[in-house]
């Protein structure tokens, strides 16, 4: 198929694309690497009338490190820049980890960061991260800039808090402070595919080597990428050896409620959560082992 007609506008700069946003409301989309926007316009699932392609924006495809470690990534940083920025610092190496997990490289050499986050697919690897790291997006509009924590943004399946009137425009990802080591694993049926479920886990050790911070975030099994805090609470103060990380992947299996589908059943979806949250813990565990991120 292909998709209904539709007015196109390729603005030069942000305030110009703002200016068509404002008028043009939830008639227009923005169109950025297209990955997701032009299948759904090819199946008619989405039907715009006015398309406004913010390729042509400058500043938008940089990924910057701020002081303190923070990072920020522009809303038209492709997947592939992202998974090459390995060594801008902070929490750059589980971003670039990431970013090689999806899709394909053609499909990695198009799609944006931005794209990304606003198409909010559940088993997307970026929202994940996004939620993992405690990031904040910026959404700005003709009428201003507001910042939202990737918790308040992301909603539910394909759905975020952003207006038709915003563009994102950035992804903060605050810094890491002290010796943090990192895991992220996933399974989908097929290289490339979206994952079936993943798993993104973060912990932090003191000078006795106790875990005193954790955050572990499961993808795929859910309207959004969740945070299981029961299993945090349960590493906190542990050593992190195996009996706890078994402990914590028996507590994922039973915090999550996923939905069956045509791609995996809720039974499969709980059981596979469980396993890659344990292996991304058991990933964390070795990089802090050989000096953390
Ligand atoms: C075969 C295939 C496999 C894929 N596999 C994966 C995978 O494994 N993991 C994964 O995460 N993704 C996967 N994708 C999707 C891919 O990552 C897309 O790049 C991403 O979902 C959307 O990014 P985009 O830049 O292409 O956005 P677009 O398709 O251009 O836009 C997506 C949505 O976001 C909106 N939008 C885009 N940018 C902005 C902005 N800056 N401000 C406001 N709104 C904006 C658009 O209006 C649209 O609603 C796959 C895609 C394909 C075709």
């Known amino acids: 198929m292909k998709p209904v007609r539709f007015e196109y506008f390729a603005p030069q700069s942000i305030d110009e694309a703002l200016d068509l946003l404002s008028q043009h409301g939830s008639d227009a989309k923005v169109l950025a690497g297209g990955q997701s926007l032009m299948p759904l316009m090819n199946m008619r699932l989405s039907r715009p009338a006015i398309i406004v392609d913010i390729n ?150 003191g000078p006795s080597g106790v875990c005193d911070d954790a955050r572990v975030t499961l993808f795929g099994v859910g309207g959004t990428p969740t945070r299981i805090t029961a299993v945090e609470t349960a590493l906190v103060g542990t050593k992190l050896d195996d009996r706890t990380l078994a402990g914590a992947a028996r507590l994922v299996e039973e915090s999550l409620d996923p939905a069956s589908d045509i791609h995996a059943s809720m039974e499969y979806r709980k059981e596979v959560g469980a396993v890659v949250a344990r292996r991304s813990l058991e990933d964390a565990r070795t990089r802090l082992a050989v000096g953390g991120i």
């Not at 088993?123 to 918790?151: C, D, H």
């Open 56 to 205: 042509r924006l400058q500043g938008l495809d940089k990924v910057e490190t701020e002081p303190g470690g923070a990072i920020t990534c522009g809303a038209l940083v492709r997947h592939r820049t992202l998974e090459q920025a390995t060594d801008v610092g902070g929490p750059a190496p589980v971003l670039a980890y990431a970013a090689r997990h999806i899709g394909h490289s053609q499909i990695r050499n198009r799609g944006t960061v931005g794209g990304s986050l606003v198409h909010a697919d559940p088993a997307a690897e970026l929202p994940a991260l996004a939620i993992a790291l405690e990031a904040q997006v910026v959404l700005r509009s003709a009428a201003g800039e507001r910042l939202l924590e990737a918790t308040e943004f992301f909603i539910t399946d394909l759905t975020t808090a952003i207006e038709p009137d915003e563009l994102l425009t950035d992804m903060r990802v605050p810094g890491l402070t002290g010796d943090w080591g990192w895991g992220f694993h996933e399974v989908c049926r097929r290289d490339g595919d979206f994952a079936l479920a993943g798993a993104v886990s973060l912990v932090r050790t």
